[in-house]
Nanobody, 118 residues
């Protein structure tokens, strides 16, 4: 059974930082590209950051320079370091696993809430 479990969300003031984690089980983690999405109330889910099996990364323009995605294959975990947080970053954050950068996600986590107060 595949599981992606996010953690690290919470309430933070604008300008603060959070680090999200997503621990995977039931898959050969090193064979999957990993992504972080977010969905704010009333908005579509958007891709925030992606990291390939080789460590290449992509970011949404809205988070470039503030967010960093990384992975530790030995821990089956992908991270999202979020700095200089803004109220508009408030959303539920989900991680996903997909076989390639451009593939649709095969698996999703349950999400973790991030709330940034002004």
């Amino acid at each position: 059974q595949v599981q992606l479990v996010e953690s690290g969300g919470g309430l933070v003031q604008a300008g603060g930082s959070l680090r999200l984690s997503c621990a995977a089980s039931g898959i050969i983690f090193s064979l999957y590209a990993m992504g972080w999405y977010r969905q704010a109330p009333g908005k579509q889910r958007e891709l925030v950051a992606l990291i390939t099996t080789g460590g290449s990364t992509n970011y949404a323009d809205t988070v470039k320079g503030r967010f960093t995605i990384s992975r530790v294959n030995a821990k089956n975990t992908v991270y999202l370091q979020m700095n200089s947080l803004k109220p508009e970053d408030t959303a539920v954050y989900y991680c996903d696993a997909r076989r390639t950068r451009v593939a649709t996600p095969d698996y999703w986590g349950q999400g973790t809430q991030v709330t940034v107060s002004s």
